[in-house]
C-alpha cells in the first residue's frame, strides 16, 4: 500500500506564494510519474503539474511560468512551488502517484488526501 501525505496548504492573498510537499511512503522511483492536481468546487480535477521519471516536466498551461514541481530523491518527496496565486489556483491540490505497469504488473494509481488552497482576492 502507498501512502501520499500532502502538507504546505494554506490561506494566502493574490500574488502570495505557497510552497506545497508530499511525501511518498515508498521510493518515487517506482513510480512513472508524480504530479499534482487541483479541484475546485463544482469542477473536475484537473492536472497542474508533473515530474517523470526520467525527469521531464510537464505544466498545465494556466500555471505555466507561476508554479514549479520538484522532487527530494532521497527523501521521497515532491513539491509544489507556487508564486503568483490568483484567486482562480483556489482548490483542493491532490498529490499523485502513478505506474504505468509491466507485462507483469498492473498499472496503479495513488492519490493523496489533499490540501486546500485558498487565494483571496
Known amino acids: 500500500q502507498v501512502q501520499l501525505v500532502e502538507s504546505g496548504g494554506g490561506s494566502v492573498q493574490a500574488g502570495g506564494s505557497l510552497r506545497l510537499s508530499c511525501a511518498a511512503s515508498r521510493n518515487i522511483f517506482d513510480f512513472n510519474a508524480m504530479g499534482w492536481y487541483r479541484q475546485a468546487p463544482g469542477k473536475q480535477r484537473e492536472k497542474v503539474a508533473s515530474?517523470?521519471?526520467?525527469?521531464?516536466?510537464e505544466y498545465d498551461d494556466k500555471v505555466k511560468g507561476r508554479f514549479t514541481i520538484s522532487r527530494d530523491n532521497a527523501k521521497n518527496m515532491v513539491f509544489l512551488q507556487m508564486n503568483s496565486l490568483k484567486p482562480e489556483d483556489t482548490a483542493v491540490y491532490y498529490c499523485?502517484?502513478?505506474?504505468?505497469?509491466?507485462?507483469?504488473?498492473?498499472?496503479?494509481?495513488?492519490w493523496g488526501q489533499g490540501t486546500q488552497v485558498t487565494v483571496s482576492s
Open positions: 499523485n502517484a502513478e505506474f504505468w505497469g509491466t507485462p507483469s504488473q498492473s498499472a496503479a494509481n495513488y
Open positions: 515530474i517523470l521519471s526520467g525527469g521531464v516536466l
